[in-house]
C-alpha cells in the first residue's frame, strides 16, 4: 500500500489566516485535498477537520504540522494524539521542531521518530500533571487566604427579614398562607420551610 502525507493546519478562530500554516505546508503536501483544517480553539479534540484526519492516516503514512500545538491548547490530548499516532505507525514531522524533520534511510527515519515520539509523549504528560497540580495547588492556596481575610464558604444563610417574626406567628395562627409569604420576600417554597425550620430550631416557644 502507498504511503500518503497528510499536513494539519489550524487556528483559533474563524477570522484568523491559515495562510502562513498553509504556505509552509503545502512545500511538503502539494494536494490540498490532503491537508486538514480547522477554525476553531483547540481547547479540545472535538473538531471536524481533526477528527477526518485522524480517520484518515494509515499506518506508514506522515502527518506534518507547522507547529505541535496545532494539534491543540490542551497538553493531556497533545499527548494522546502523539500516542494514537505511535500507535498506528504514522510519521509526525513537525515544522518548528529540526530533530523531526530529519530524513535519511528507512531504519534511522524510524529509530529517530521513535525516539522523538516517546520524547514528546512523556514531556507532554509530566507538563500537563504538573499544570494539573499547580491549578490545584492555587485553588487550595486561594481558598485558604479567602478564609483568612473571612470569606465564609459553603451555602449562604438568608437573614430572616424584619418583619418576619410578626409574619411566622401570623402564619402559624393560620392568619396568612404559607404562599402570600413566599410572594412577599420573594423566596421559593423551599426556602420558606427552611427558614421556619431555623426559626424554630433558634426560638423558644413557651
Not at 144 to 162: I, M, S, Y
Request: aromatic share 8%; net charge positive.
Amino acid at each position: 500500500m502507498e504511503h500518503k502525507s497528510f499536513a494539519y493546519a489550524r487556528v483559533s478562530s474563524r477570522d484568523q489566516n491559515l495562510a502562513r500554516q498553509l504556505e509552509s505546508l503545502k512545500r511538503y503536501v502539494p494536494d490540498d485535498r490532503d491537508i486538514f483544517v480547522d477554525k476553531q480553539s483547540g481547547k479540545n479534540t472535538d473538531r471536524p477537520g481533526l477528527q477526518l484526519l485522524l480517520h484518515s492516516l494509515r499506518s506508514g503514512d506522515t502527518l506534518y504540522l507547522h507547529s505541535l500545538d496545532r494539534l491543540g491548547r490542551n497538553k493531556e490530548d497533545i499527548k494522546n494524539i502523539l500516542r494514537e499516532l505511535k500507535e498506528k505507525k504514522v510519521i509526525v514531522r513537525i515544522l518548528d521542531l529540526p530533530t523531526s524533520m530529519v530524513t535519511a534511510d528507512d531504519e534511522v527515519t524510524g529509530a529517530t521518530m521513535e525516539m522523538v515520539n516517546n520524547l514528546l509523549i512523556e514531556v507532554l504528560g509530566y507538563v500537563a500533571e504538573m499544570e494539573r497540580k499547580n491549578i490545584r495547588k492555587r485553588q487550595e492556596e486561594g481558598i485558604e487566604l479567602a478564609k483568612e481575610n473571612g470569606v465564609k464558604f459553603g451555602r449562604k444563610k438568608l437573614a430572616w427579614p424584619e418583619t418576619w417574626e410578626e409574619d411566622y406567628l401570623c402564619w402559624r395562627n393560620k392568619g396568612c398562607t404559607a404562599m402570600s409569604l413566599i410572594k412577599k420576600y420573594g423566596w421559593t417554597s423551599t426556602t420558606f420551610y427552611r427558614k421556619v425550620k431555623e426559626w424554630n430550631n433558634n426560638v423558644d416557644f413557651k
